[in-house]
């Protein structure tokens, strides 16, 4: 019953193009999303978030959409560089509640 | 200058064993989480500490015990470790309060299990 999907294991972009990553969620009762970014053998770090009353947050190269008739929201980074190459988390808060979903993660590669 | 330190990093141990992982953050928060992160990559939330008490516990065995004493640390005891506890452990914390406030994490204990 996973909760918030990520169904791209791994996304390549060329560096300098856009990167856009997807999150699929099936909870009415999330109501705070958030984006991780990981590096091997590191903790996720914190990179984004977007409460679902908007469907815009933007950070400068970072930009998440929001969709909630969709239940579905992208990362878009723009550019993108070689050190944006890292496994991208999308997670989700339970309102009330400080517990957060995650989904799996996106293998994001930035090419020269 | 470590936010969110854990110890050990790696942990290669017998099944059957006992065993700690620590975590300490110097960051001020309040509450304190234990992640899960298996095989197929997804992180899950088992243990979250608010000032020293116990405010989720997801129905993780009872083998796993999480203990604070105080609000800058959470440590976790495995007792009678098996297989299926192979993974990496993920100690976060964060500041409570009515907006999501971002966890911070450390940087994980991979405990392997022979």
């Known amino acids: ?85 890292a496994v991208y988390f999308c997670a989700a808060r339970i309102q009330g509640a400080q517990k957060l979903v995650f989904g799996q993660g996106t293998r994001l590669t930035i090419n020269p | 200058d470590t936010a969110v330190s854990q110890t050990p990093k790696y942990l290669v141990t017998q099944m059957g064993n006992d065993k700690s992982i620590k975590c300490e953050q110097n960051l001020g928060h309040d509450t304190m989480y234990w992640y899960k992160q298996d095989s197929k990559k997804f992180l899950k939330i088992m243990f979250s500490y608010n000032n020293k008490e116990l405010i989720i516990n997801e129905t993780v065995p009872n083998r796993f015990s999480p203990k604070s004493p105080d609000k800058a640390h959470l440590n976790l005891h495995i007792n009678s470790l098996e297989l299926g506890d192979s993974a990496v452990y993920f100690c976060a914390s964060s500041q409570a309060g009515g907006a999501a406030q971002p966890q911070h994490f450390g940087d994980g204990t991979r405990l392997s299990i022979l």
Not at chain 1, 13 to 30: A, P, W
Not at chain 1, 52 to 60: F, L, M, P, V
Request: hydrophobic share 30%; aromatic share 12%; with cysteine.
């Open chain 1, 1 to 85: 019953d996973q909760q918030v999907k990520q169904n791209s294991p791994s996304l390549s972009v060329q560096e300098g193009r856009i990167s856009i990553l997807n999150c699929d969620y099936t909870n009415s009762m999330f109501d705070y999303f958030l984006w991780y970014k990981k590096y091997p053998a590191e903790g996720p770090t914190f990179l984004i978030s977007i409460s679902s009353i908007k469907d815009k947050n933007e950070d400068g190269r970072f930009t998440v959409f929001l969709n909630k008739s969709a239940k579905h929201l992208s990362l878009h980074i723009v550019p993108s560089q070689p050190g944006d190459s």
